[in-house]
Each structure stands twice: as C-alpha cells, then as structure tokens.
C-alpha cells in the first residue's frame, strides 16, 4: 500500500498507525489567505485606495484530525510517545498524496482533543500554524533573512 500521509518523510500509517481523514485534507488544500492590502482613506478622496497589485499570502492557522490504530495497548502507548516527540520538536512536516508535490511545514501549536477508545484507537485535534504557505517545494525555499 502507497503512503497516503507523510510526518517528517516517513509513512504516518506503517509509522504511528495514523489516518488522516477527508476534513484534514480538505483544510491543507483550503486556499491560504492573503495580507492585508495597502490603502489610504484620506478625506481629499471619496471612499478608500487600495493598492491590490503584488498581493502576498499570510500564514494560516489549521486545526487537524487524526486518528492513531493499534493493535495493542502497548503498541498504541509506544506510538502515541513517539508520534508525541515528533510533535514536541515544534515544528514537522506533512505531505499528503493529494497534494503529490506539496510539503506542508508546519508548526505546532496544541493538542486542543484527545479521546482514546479502547486502548487501540486515538482522535486527537492538533493546531498548527503554516507559516509560509507559498513554501511547499521539497526543499525550503531560500529566506530573505538567511
């Protein structure tokens, strides 16, 4: 079976048994937003001007599903630590088979739901920030800052 979800490069499911579902997808492929527009409201004008030209993309918040199997106890508390040092390292990557060519790099924030059913399955709702959504390439783009 071909990964559907990638952490940090490796198969989320043979990794940490996690499924990501159709809303979490749907929230990776949602359009980012944009900065505020440069405008000026003077009183010489009727109304407001807006300069729209050379828009740029902001960072987006993102609040994510998933889902960790287990066929034990002791594999499901061994995945959930693992996946949870992943996460504690601050930030991570994801990539979908949706998105082929897309690395999403994102930043953790919390844990804001976990609700564990029979010491074999998990849902949890993560929040993340993307700080660049334009940087999704397979290798990070050069930084203004670097």
């Keep these: 079976m071909n990964a559907r979800c990638k952490i940090n490069n490796l198969d989320a499911f043979a990794e940490w048994g996690v499924v990501l579902p159709d809303t979490?997808?749907?929230?990776?492929?949602?359009?980012?937003?944009?900065?505020?527009?440069?405008?000026?409201?003077?009183?010489?004008?009727?109304?407001t001007q807006v300069i729209t030209r050379d828009a740029k993309v902001d960072?987006?918040?993102?609040?994510?599903?998933?889902y960790v199997k287990a066929s034990t106890q002791a594999q499901f508390n061994h995945?959930?630590?693992?996946?949870?040092?992943?996460?504690?390292n601050g930030s991570f990557t994801l990539w979908i088979a949706e998105r082929a060519n897309d690395y999403y790099r994102l930043i953790y924030q919390s844990c804001s739901q976990f609700t564990?059913?029979?010491?074999?399955?998990?849902?949890f709702t993560l929040k993340v920030t993307e700080p660049d959504p334009?940087?999704?390439?397979?290798?990070?783009?050069?930084?203004?800052w670097s």
């Design 24 to 47: 979490s997808v749907s929230q990776l492929m949602a359009f980012a937003p944009l900065k505020p527009f440069v405008s000026n409201k003077t009183r010489l004008d009727d109304g």
């Design 59 to 66: 960072e987006r918040d993102l609040t994510l599903v998933f």
């Design 79 to 88: 995945r959930i630590d693992a996946l949870g040092t992943v996460f504690r």
């Design 116 to 123: 564990q059913f029979n010491g074999r399955l998990a849902k």
């Design 134 to 144: 334009t940087d999704r390439g397979s290798t990070p783009k050069e930084r203004r």
